[in-house]
């Protein structure tokens, strides 16, 4: 946040930027789950999107859940735009086109989870309900065009909005239009978060094709399965992609900074005020020579919120992001992160999925990134297609699951959370492609029926 940089020590060597990644390694023991959300805002009566002020808008919203919660709100310049929950870290926060997230705190298992995510759920419809606000569990909003959605007051987008209309096509779609569920997971130590991001950013395709929900766009079908995912191809392909150099020989904490380096700025904060240099070099940031801050030179701050606006299908920070699903509904949203606990955090688990990825190629991968937007789990692969690879993806997340052991009140272990996974794989239909059906079907064409038949 503005003036989050006040007491953040410059930057001194490249050891500092890989400084920055590298002491998120903490044994397993201390491992957590990350689980955020994005929901989509929406008035019924009459069916629009949701604006920031007035009596029934966001930020009223905002008011009632702090008045509910005691949680802290965030400002930029006079508004507030999110609050804190000061005691177990984690919060609310506001996308550009009033997209409600929920990130959560680190929870010690899937469990925790779930129940994190209820009771959010729970407190944010009781204080939306008089406002008539409701949630949307979908990829992309499917009726409205970016201009017609309300922006939220943050400095940020006002610097953001214009980049992207200059760098890519679809940009502001991603920022107004998309609403995404992102699992962030912990690593030991550089080899294994190697192993882990390698994993991870070869499998980003298949989790894809297992939540996509996103057929719709403006009122239509927009021919696309997952058009979140289709909307990201498109969007800056300096900051975006499936991270090549990952699968180096060699690859680790200071590759990946060069990558970081390279990739063109947005903003720096200063005295509480965000500072547009977008598009210019962080290598030149080093140098103290920033046209619009001659002299200055970056604080570890500063290269923390830089590494926060790089977008790629694996996000490294001081834990790994997976950033390749789209919203869906609330059991969906804890299956995310079970689907990567699964995987990652279990050693026999992560070896068979590093063996199922390990041999395909750049171009192998880059085909299945390429064509999951449109086809989903039927996206070719290996002389069949990626239902196939999803379906083993389950499986082996499954056996992790298991072999964690982690048990509710009830005596159940975090399979559970695999639920609509498992009804994926037994219909061999992506969310996406059951809302197509329906809206070919019984909806007559009429887009608005989802919005009753997906609001959370």
Known sequence: MAGADTHSPLIESRADLIEAMARGAKPESEWRIGTEHEKHVFHTNPLRPVAYEGPNGIRALLDGIQAETGWHPFYDGDNPIGLRNDEVA?????????????????????????????????????????LDIHFLGLGVTPLWSVDQ???????????????????????????FRSATVQANLDFSSEADMVKKLRVAVALQPVATALFANSPFSEGRDSGYLSYRSHIWLNTDDDRTGMLPFAFDEGFGFEQYADYALDVPMYFVIRNKQYVNVAGE?????????????????????????HLSTIFPEVRLKQFLEMRGADMGDEKSVTALSAFWTGLLYDAVSLEAAYELIEPWTREERDEMRREVPRLALMTPHDRSNLYDVAAQAV??????????????????????HLAPLEETIRLAKSPAQRWVDKFRGEWNGDVTRVFKEAEM
């Open 281 to 305: 070099s962080f290598r030149a940031f080093l140098r103290g020579e920033l046209p619009q801050l001659p002299g200055d030179k970056p604080t570890i701050k500063d290269w923390e919120d």
């Open 395 to 416: 499986g082996i997340a499954e056996a992790g699951l298991v072999r964690r052991g982690r048990r509710n009140g009830q005596g159940k272990d975090e399979t559970i």
């Open 149 to 175: 959605i309300c922006s939220m007051p943050k400095s940020r987008y006002g610097i953001m909005k214009p980049y992207m209309e200059k760098v890519g096509t679809l940009g502001t779609s991603m920022m």
């Open 90 to 130: 984690g919060g609310i926060s506001l996308e550009p086109g009033g997209q409600f997230e929920l990130s959560g705190s680190p929870q010690e298992d899937l469990h925790g989870t779930a129940a994190e995510l209820a009771e959010h759920m729970r407190v944010t419809k009781k204080v939306a309900a008089p």
